[in-house]
């Protein structure tokens, strides 16, 4: 079987024309996932400790944020959180601050683990006094607000935590 000249361009232009297809169907299923990705990032905490001695306070913890998704592309840049506790007149606010990352990896389907380690710090003295009864019973309702600077294929941009909340044992 002998090729013509139109054949042969026919031939190659049909797998270039697969090998364009084939080249997209990745990238293009993944964008489907970008949203659902972004939605459903939560934010939680294990493993929290906390030490009140005398005005001074440290904590330690480990941050949770879950790619629940498989959508894979995006990257954690700077972590803002804060750390509060309920008290009779409503919430007062523990510590707030942060980290920054060099861009790392939220892999899809994966939690990354944050440890955070604080103190010992000063407290006001209303705070302090919130603190201490709060914990008369040897036991804090905790709350983590959050939020982080996320890039992907658009760029930078910002999203909020749905608050999370446990209760934790003070220790001593």
């Not at 090729?3 to 042969?8: D, N, Q, T, V």
């Not at 001074?56 to 700077?78: A, K, T």
């Not at 607000?145 to 608050?163: D, R, T």
Request: glycine residues 8%.
């Amino acid at each position: 079987m002998k090729l013509s000249g139109k054949r042969i361009v026919f031939l190659v232009f049909s797998i270039f024309v697969l090998v364009c297809i084939a080249t997209l169907v990745y990238p293009t299923i993944n964008y489907l996932f970008f949203y659902r990705s972004i939605e459903n990032l939560r934010l939680s905490f294990s493993g929290f400790h906390l030490t009140l001695e005398g005005d001074r306070v440290s904590f330690s913890c480990v941050l949770v944020i879950s790619n629940v998704e498989p959508y894979s592309g995006l990257r954690l840049r700077d972590l803002r959180y804060t750390f509060s506790f309920s008290d009779v007149g409503g919430l007062v606010d523990l510590y707030g601050g942060g980290e920054t990352f060099s861009f790392v990896p939220l892999d899809p389907c994966s939690n990354l683990t944050v440890p955070i380690s604080k103190g010992p710090f000063r407290l006001g003295e209303a705070v302090l006094n919130a603190l201490r009864d709060a914990v008369a019973d040897g036991v804090i309702n905790l709350r983590i607000e959050g939020c982080a600077l996320l890039f992907a294929f658009i760029g930078g941009f910002w999203i909020s935590f749905e608050p999370w909340e446990c209760q934790v044992s003070l220790v001593d």
